[in-house]
């Protein structure tokens, strides 16, 4: 729950130009996750506008959320073959699979499915457990990515990705 006389943020201001990555650092408590649920729209402010390029977002809310990829800590995967975990609710038909295999490059999973006889066809298990952390982590950041969208925000999602890996996929983007 949040406190009306907590105040996180008051008269900002933040410019972030296209094609950057912005870095949020701060101690626990801080209020990283209230600025991130602030800027998706997940939580409105008690005073003043979220305004992205000049626009309320709550009032163009539908239209914001579709163009932000938001990738968590802890991805969620559904048993399946991975081409439907990164094209999440598309029809096998509809998916466009130059661009899953584009997209495997920028997160670095096409080593790992080269090495599958089953390609983009790879089932993931129920649970996950026929993959790491990292490939799990990757394939989020690949779902986030095949919707293009205009804002890309990571929430630890490369903690479970080694240090050369995660800073091959950061540049990458």
């Known amino acids: 729950e949040y406190s009306k006389s907590n105040i996180i943020l008051h008269k900002s201001s933040l410019t972030i130009k296209p094609k950057k990555i912005v870095g949020l650092i701060g101690e626990s408590g801080s209020g990283k996750t209230t600025f991130v649920n602030l800027l998706t729209g997940l939580l409105e402010p008690s005073n003043g506008k979220i305004k992205i390029d000049d626009f309320d977002i709550h009032e163009k809310l539908e239209l914001w959320h579709n163009s932000i990829g938001y990738v968590p800590q802890d991805v969620f995967l559904m048993s399946g073959k991975i081409k439907n ?58 779902r986030a990515l095949y919707k293009n969208p205009k804002l890309l925000i990571l929430d630890e999602a490369t903690s479970g990705i080694d240090q050369e890996n995660e800073t091959q996929i950061l540049k990458n983007l």
């Open 85 to 142: 975990n990164i094209a999440f609710g598309i029809k096998d038909s509809k998916i466009d699979k130059k661009k899953i295999n584009k997209i495997l490059k920028v997160c670095k999973l096409n080593e790992f499915l080269n090495k599958k006889k089953e390609g983009i066809n790879f089932y993931i298990n129920e649970k996950s457990t026929n993959i790491s952390g990292g490939q799990k982590q990757r394939i989020g950041i690949a």
